[in-house]
């Protein structure tokens, strides 16, 4: 309570956004206080699917917990897979065949494709518009389902093992399907949403996140490259060697642009996904050396690796003692960095502008309480 | 109305029923058909808007309950009426109790004084323009009790946005009808109708002359109705469904049907005034033109004018529901922005250009 005009007393409301809000994308609680609808102060509190992602290495074998990594981010499991088995295969200097590295980077961009998709869809259910939902999520079951008669699995595929992929590649044509319709269908969002007024009104200026304070708060990925700062391991990736890639910059800082970064992304990933399947076309078949995964023992040492994630840089780092199982494992997830993000952005903002700027920034709460 | 009460009292007399019954009786039914009607009309528009969203969206929507999904709503209500009514402990009971009896109020006087045809409006008085401005007013009322009541704080933040959203839409509303009385020189309902007609049908409609009026009231009506994308009282993505948050079971469902009931009544009111209410498009009513001048077309024109009033509304929803597939809310700043700085003055400028308009059309009243 604060002295206010004229002597009158001025309180201030504290609103428990979450765990169970439709548009904190899983169960993130923000604690906000307002003064009116503007914002005073917010506290994230995370940790309410918290599943000891890290803890659950130390008890299980290599081969035991390839599957788990996949529920990470279940939105793009792929990558943290491709992380996982990125480590031990260097660790054990295992080469990966040609074929295999293009199947990696063909999956790895159709997943980034269906976590794109899904978050324009509810981005924009967060501003409350229906129907992009539904749009997007029909362009997302064309992926989905040629990722489910691929691996067997919609989400978490389970894919990636070490040394290679589990089974080889199938399914061409429907990739070439989703290559042939997406550009059209994203021409339709752009025309339904980009330059929408009321879409404009809502994200441009809103939620302006300068170059400085990303690099401070470790913000990576779209969020950091649609505040004008090039930065995308894909770049410097050992597997997206030989691609032709212009990672997707923009100036624009807010929200808008966060938008319109991963609407060219997907473009970009169509890109990769098109000579990726021209390498494949290239490559053949080849019996493979099979790795034996019960005996995995990683030597004595540390080791780390990285990735461009849909939601930022995701990296790991194993201590192993020389045991089958690592004596520490710890991953770091882009979502994490930007919930933290949080507690400065939306500072002295209105609380439909707060639920905008929240919804751009594309958190997904498995892949921070890990 | 004195057409179809001679009618019925010789029907009447033909079976030898008294004649005090059929004036008694003559008074009582139009109210119980409204409320019937009311219901199904709810139930329609229910579905309508259901299916239109599935369609808008690539789905099917509705389609399991009945033939074609007809029944959905009519379960949903059921199912509604057979929940627990939670009332939350800290709430204020009285209130919260009453905020769904006073919604309906204003919903079913509303459809109470429209002229459906030309004989047949239930409450006729000479100015029901001035009863609407107050009605349509009123369902806010409810909504910030209800929001207020609950102790629920995103209720109260819906119920506080909904009342500055009315008061801001609630003005430029006021300015388009004022123009509207203008032209037609008249606040009764049926004397506006009749002033739009023309024998070329669709020209006499105030919507030429008027069209930014049209255009200001429809979006205030929006405004009104917390239909998106001014659906900020009640945004789901926000507040989580603002003021009826708390509300459950029956009480929920008063609160939802009584919106439909609301946006029919609002629908026929913008095309009495704009549309040219129970007036035929074509000038001559279509059953005159298939049967001529006989006594039966004389008795059908009055069901064709109940058709052509709810084909009109029907667009009008149609737009709504089209509107609300395609467009993101509004932030709080710009909604308060885009009624005091456009709308208002759009309003007032369009009420000169009005009085400008009847003066050149030689309107000497």
């Known amino acids: ?370 | 109305m004195n057409y179809l009460y001679f009618l019925y009292t010789e029907i009447l007399a033909k079976y030898n029923i008294p004649k005090l019954f059929g004036e008694i009786t003559f008074y009582i039914i139009p109210f119980c058909v409204l409320a019937v009607a009311l219901l199904i009309i709810v139930l329609i528009l229910v579905l309508a808007e259901r299916k239109l969203l599935g369609w808008f969206t690539q789905r099917k929507g509705p389609n399991r309950v009945g033939w074609w999904g007809i029944l959905q709503t009519l379960a949903d209500a059921l199912k509604l009426l057979l929940k627990e009514n939670i009332t939350p402990s800290k709430a204020d009971r009285f209130l919260f109790n009453l905020a769904p009896i006073l919604v309906f109020v204003p919903a079913m006087t509303l459809l109470g004084i429209i002229p459906y045809s030309a004989e047949f409006t239930f409450v006729n008085t000479s100015s029901n323009i001035i009863l609407y401005l107050l009605l349509a007013a009123f369902p806010i009322v409810s909504i910030f009790l209800g929001g207020w009541a609950s102790n629920n704080k995103y209720s109260l933040i819906g119920a506080v946005r909904s009342i500055a959203q009315v008061l801001s839409y609630e003005l430029p509303i006021s300015f388009v009808v004022i123009g509207i009385v203008t032209l037609a020189s008249s606040m009764n309902l049926t004397e506006i109708t009749l002033s739009q007609y023309t024998k070329y049908g669709i020209l006499g409609w105030y919507i030429f002359p008027c069209i930014l009026g049209f255009i200001i009231m429809f979006l205030c009506i929006l405004a009104e109705l917390n239909r998106c994308p001014f659906d900020l009282p009640e945004a789901e993505s926000e507040l989580i469904c603002g003021y009826n948050t708390e509300y459950s079971g029956m009480r929920f469902a008063i609160f939802y049907l009584t919106e439909y009931a609301l946006l029919f009544g609002n629908a026929l009111f913008l095309s009495v005034l704009f549309l040219g209410g129970y007036l035929s498009p074509f000038g001559a009513y279509l059953s005159h033109i298939f049967f001529g001048e006989t006594a039966f077309a004389n008795i059908l024109v009055y069901f064709e004018q109940v058709f052509w009033l709810i084909f009109k509304a029907s667009l009008i929803i149609f737009v709504v529901i089209w509107i609300r597939a395609t467009l993101p809310r509004l932030a709080s700043f710009d909604m308060l922005k885009f009624s005091w700085a456009v709308l208002l003055p759009l309003s007032i400028i369009n009420l000169l250009f009005m009085v400008i308009f009847k003066y050149i059309t030689g309107g000497a009243v």
């Open chain 1, 1 to 370: 309570m604060t002295q206010g005009w004229l002597g009158m007393t001025k309180t201030t409301l504290k609103l428990n956004l979450g765990p169970q809000h439709p548009s904190t994308h899983g169960v993130l609680r923000l604690i906000l206080e307002l003064e009116g609808e503007k914002i005073l102060s917010c506290e994230p509190d995370i940790g309410y699917l918290h599943r000891g992602m890290e803890k659950m290495a130390e008890k299980l074998s290599y081969i035991q917990y390839l599957p788990v990594v996949d529920r990470i981010d279940y939105l793009a499991g792929c990558f943290y897979s491709e992380l996982f088995c990125r480590t031990i295969e260097n660790a054990l200097n295992i080469e990966l065949s040609e074929r295999d590295k293009n199947i990696r980077v063909l999956l790895l961009e159709l997943n980034r494709i269906s976590s794109h998709l899904l978050w324009i869809g509810a981005f924009l259910m967060d501003l409350g518009a229906v129907s992009p939902f539904f749009y997007s999520m029909r362009e997302r079951e064309m992926v989905l389902r040629f990722f489910e008669k691929l691996t067997g699995q919609r989400m978490m595929y389970n894919y990636f093992v070490f040394g290679g992929v589990r089974n080889d590649i199938g399914y061409i044509d429907d990739i070439k399907e989703i290559i042939k319709i997406l550009p059209n269908k994203i021409k339709d969002y752009e025309r339904i949403i980009t330059d929408n007024p009321i879409f404009l009104a809502r994200t441009k200026n809103k939620g302006i996140l300068e170059k400085s304070v990303a690099a401070n708060y470790s913000i990576t990925g779209v969020n950091l490259r649609a505040s004008g700062i090039s930065y995308d391991l894909r770049q410097n990736d050992y597997l997206y060697k030989g691609y032709e890639f212009n990672p997707v910059v923009l100036q624009g800082k807010d929200a808008w642009a966060r938008y319109k970064a991963r609407i060219l992304e997907l473009k970009e990933s169509l890109n990769l996904i098109r000579q990726a399947l021209d390498k494949i076309s290239k490559t053949k078949t080849q019996a493979k050396t099979f790795i034996s995964p019960l005996g995995i023992k990683l030597p004595e040492g540390e080791y780390y690796n990285e990735i461009e994630a849909p939601r930022g840089l995701a990296s790991i780092y194993i201590k192993s003692l020389g045991d089958n199982v690592p004596y520490r494992l710890k991953w770091r997830t882009g979502s994490y960095y930007s919930v933290n993000l949080l507690k400065k952005l939306l500072l002295g903002e209105f609380l439909n502008d707060a639920i905008a700027i929240a919804g751009s920034l594309d958190i997904i709460l498995p892949e921070v309480d890990k």
